[in-house]
């Protein structure tokens, strides 16, 4: 994925799961997304259970604070955490109130999405779900999995094809796609918190 993107000269977000940055593999990868110009981000350590339906009293430590302890000493400020929204949903299931302090309390941004095209579930489908996303909005956030069998195989025809339709990348993120800016709230949070969580 580095390579293709680095071809078309194309930034991007990575967000990154803790039990990957135990290997050396995993810490290299980052690093070199990041000299290569790319922003990292915390994507929870397990990826297993939405934060909003963890039941366990320290799944913000092991999650977001894991992650952060590992990737941290990798890559510069400002923090990211890119909640796991279980296939791409948007809703009540992503944060409790105690991962939403936590981000609030250690200058987090938090980054939603607008666009999951399944190119996990259609690794060669994907590419026009994904346009048809990009040209029915004026600033699509597109998440894309670097994972066996998901985005690689369409995205250097994605990316042409984008282009040819006088598309534009960008890491800057849609204003509606980022609730929390810099540990700072900037909107109403009540459909991404779960009610009655701690």
Known sequence: MLDILARHGIAAHFFVL?????????????????????????????????????????????????TDA???????????????????????????????????AHGYSCVLWNSVPGDWLDPEGWPEKALAD??????????????????????????HKARALGLRFTTACPPDCVPIVDGRVMGDLGGLVATGSH
């Not at 350590?45 to 430590?61: K, S």
């Not at 279980?86 to 009540?92: A, D, N, T, V």
């Not at 990009?134 to 990316?159: E, M």
């Open 18 to 66: 803790g039990k990957h940055l135990g290997s050396d593999e995993g810490r290299h990868l980052v690093e070199r997304a990041r000299d290569e110009g790319h922003l990292i981000g915390n994507h929870s350590f397990t990826h297993a259970v939405p934060l909003g339906e963890d039941a366990r009293p320290d799944a913000v430590e092991e999650e977001i604070a894991a």
């Open 70 to 104: 590992l990737l941290s000493p990798l890559v510069p400020p400002p923090k990211r955490f890119r909640p796991f929204g279980g296939g791409g949903r948007l809703g009540p299931h992503l944060l409790n109130q105690r991962a939403v302090d936590h981000l609030i």
């Open 134 to 159: 990009c040209v029915t909005r004026p600033h699509t956030l597109l998440v894309l999995h670097d994972i066996p069998n998901a985005c690689l195989q369409g995205l250097d025809g994605f990316l």
